[in-house]
């Protein structure tokens, strides 16, 4: 069985009755018996949820106390055929003192107790008036429901596959939270049972709390808040059920319900582990802290279960949510803009030279390049934007390409390779009518010694135009298109393209240049190096050639920014693209990705510089050093 790494989690709201232990268990009960059936490993529930957290001064009262150990009994007793890991919330006594604690137990056994740290004693909080804070306990062991078992702010419950903590309620509102230290002792996911009460905007923080928490811990968070029943006498609970990633929100309930709620999802813990391993600053902390001295380690077995994946997975990784796309865009071509004028003030030139195809990378990049004179104060006329129409060139992509760098106010070129190229032909005797490798890269690289050398006349800095998918491929013709003085699109991929030109489209004032780029946006993605069909129309589509671009870029994105193996990223495109793409096809076009990958990575080896916009690049300077001759058979045969 393979799971791949990833873990069910759940966070549960029980409908309380205060004070009334028995019908509180009823409720988790049930709650923990629909999570197993719903494959779920590991369960919390909200803060003294066995008592309910608004009892006040009845926490005095020993036969609460009493009530809610022989509660917690009965419960251990009634689920101890399920495998599943649960965290409860009761007050437990210790000698003099009561502790605000969370109880773990599996199949009927108790595997530990975590006291609560930090007691709010603030506004509407009087916790001190009623617990003891786990830093006032002496003891690291404690007799409860018949059996012995650990106690203890730090408690690492540690299994093969995942390390879990737990911290309650006002701990992770702390400068240094338990769960900061936890995270650095090893946890992977954090649990918290809380309950705090709802205010105005309370739960917007609430909420970013938890998602930064979860990221600055690299860690899962499981965020389970009392609810429906706990006392209205000053105070609201809504009820808040949380599961958050490393700085993503996995999933949510709804607030202010008055039935009790079960909120699932899946915690990916290789994700988390990869992320800890390549990030050097986190391990760094370990160094700075006591933990070694504060940690107890508790084994446990986490249940087997089949995967059934509940939590999203997006078809377009790279590509910015609807909510944030203009935000997100804008920031991507800001990036663009202030890298190019920077090299350009550090050069001291003013001129800019590209190759203008009417094609999606080329039209990306002069919009980067108009945007970066604006900024710098120069004229568009200091864009020199040649089209350079050789064997397939159409008609369709001519006219784009030249009706874009007039509307757009750069002075345009027109350069025929046909004859240069012809001419180079009978210079390497070559057969103008065999269409092959050779016929194709002659024109590229053409195009570029042209740019070079209009960029030497003037003064000025040939751009790249090539994109990352292009680069991860090694779609480029080497020392053709794969060269340049300055690359803009070097670590934007093809899916974000489209959207960085469209968003670009929706802001243009000219009509004409705005028709212009909604055309291209629609033209199909191809080099252009072969005849146009019959009809004149685009012959060559690279998508046809080497395979969606939307695929590439899903295999790109999980392999480089999280690690993964091919088996993994391949049951993750099946859930991505169920609606698009079979099985057979998904699995024919990542072993293209993976064979191209590694065969090209001598291009990436020398690939000019330029800016990185997101969390993968492949510069050979920066986030990607691979050596050229390495094999890929390791990868390939993980496809089989």
């Not at 012959?539 to 994105?557: A, I, M, N, R």
Request: with cysteine; glycine share 6%.
């Amino acid at each position: 069985m393979e799971n791949f790494g990833f873990i069910k989690v759940a966070a549960a709201i029980p409908a309380v009755q205060v004070a009334n232990c028995t019908a509180n268990i009823i409720a988790i009960e049930q709650l923990v018996k629909q999570a197993s059936a719903k494959g779920v490993q590991l369960i919390g529930f909200p803060e003294l949820c066995i008592t309910g957290y608004t009892c006040a001064d009845l926490f005095h009262n020993q036969l609460l106390i009493t009530q809610a150990e022989k509660a917690l009994a009965e419960l251990i007793h009634h689920t101890a055929q399920l495998n599943i890991v649960t965290i409860v919330g009761l007050p437990i006594r210790i000698q003099n003192q009561l502790f605000n604690c969370a109880v773990v137990f599996q199949k009927g056994q108790i595997l530990g107790v975590v006291p609560k740290k930090h007691l709010p004693n603030y506004n509407e909080f009087y916790e001190k008036r009623w617990f003891a804070s786990a830093a006032d306990t002496t003891t690291n062991e404690l007799l409860i429901c018949g059996q012995k078992v650990p106690f203890g702010e730090h408690l690492l419950f540690e299994s093969p596959q995942v390390t879990f903590s737990i911290e309650i309620c006002e701990d992770l509102w702390t400068p240094i939270p338990p769960s900061s230290i936890d995270a650095l002792a090893g946890s992977h996911v954090i649990f918290n049972l809380s309950a705090s009460n709802e205010l105005i905007a309370k739960n917007s923080y609430l909420r970013d709390l938890i998602k930064q928490q979860s990221a600055r811990c690299l860690a899962g968070y499981v965020y389970a808040s009392a609810g429906f029943g706990e006392s209205s006498t000053d105070l609201l609970f809504a009820g808040n059920g949380l599961i958050a990633e490393n700085g993503t929100l996995l999933a949510e309930n709804e607030r202010f319900s008055l039935e009790e709620q079960l909120i699932v999802s899946e915690i990916d813990v290789e994700r988390l582990q990869h992320d800890r391993q390549k990030n050097s600053t986190f391990i760094q902390g370990l160094a700075h802290t006591e933990v070694d001295t504060r940690i107890t380690t508790v084994p446990f077995e986490l249940p087997k279960k089949s995967l059934e994946l509940t939590r999203s997975v997006y078809a377009t990784p790279f590509v910015p949510t609807d909510e944030r796309m203009s935000q997100s865009c804008e920031e991507i071509l800001n990036i663009q803009v202030n890298a190019l004028a920077t090299r350009l003030h550090h050069t001291h030139i003013t001129h800019v030279v590209l190759g203008i195809s009417g094609g999606l990378d080329s039209t990306l990049a002069l919009l980067v390049c108009a945007r970066t004179c604006d900024k710098l104060g120069l004229s568009r006329k200091n864009i020199i934007g040649i089209t350079m129409p050789g064997f397939g060139t159409t008609d369709r992509t001519y006219q784009n390409a030249t009706q874009l760098v007039t509307n757009l106010g750069a002075t345009l070129r027109e350069i025929s390779i046909k004859d240069a190229c012809n001419q180079h032909f009978k210079d390497i005797a070559h057969d103008p009518t065999l269409h092959n490798v050779t016929y194709e890269n002659t024109q590229a690289r053409e195009r570029t010694q042209i740019l070079m050398d209009v960029a030497n006349q003037c003064n000025g800095l040939v751009i790249g135009t090539g994109d990352l998918s292009e680069l991860a491929l090694g779609w480029a013709t080497y020392n053709g298109d794969h060269m340049s003085m300055y690359a803009v699109n070097n670590s934007i991929p093809k899916t974000l393209v489209r959207y960085l030109v469209r968003y670009a489209a929706s802001g243009e004032t000219d009509k004409k240049a705005q028709a212009t780029l909604l055309d291209i946006i629609d033209t199909p993605v191809s080099p252009e190096l072969l005849p146009a069909d019959e009809n004149g129309l685009i012959s060559q589509k690279t998508e046809d050639l080497v395979g969606p671009y939307e695929l590439h870029d899903f295999f790109l994105y999980y392999m480089l920014r999280y690690g993964f193996a091919p088996a993994k990223i391949f049951y993750l495109a099946t859930k991505a693209f169920a609606q698009t793409y079979d099985d057979t096809c998904i699995k024919k076009w990542l072993k293209v990705f993976l064979k191209r990958f590694f065969a090209q990575q001598f291009k990436r080896s020398c690939m000019p510089d330029g800016p990185k916009v997101g969390s993968v690049n492949l510069s050979p300077r920066g986030d990607w050093r691979m050596p050229s001759d390495a094999s890929s058979e390791l990868w390939l045969n993980d496809c089989d």
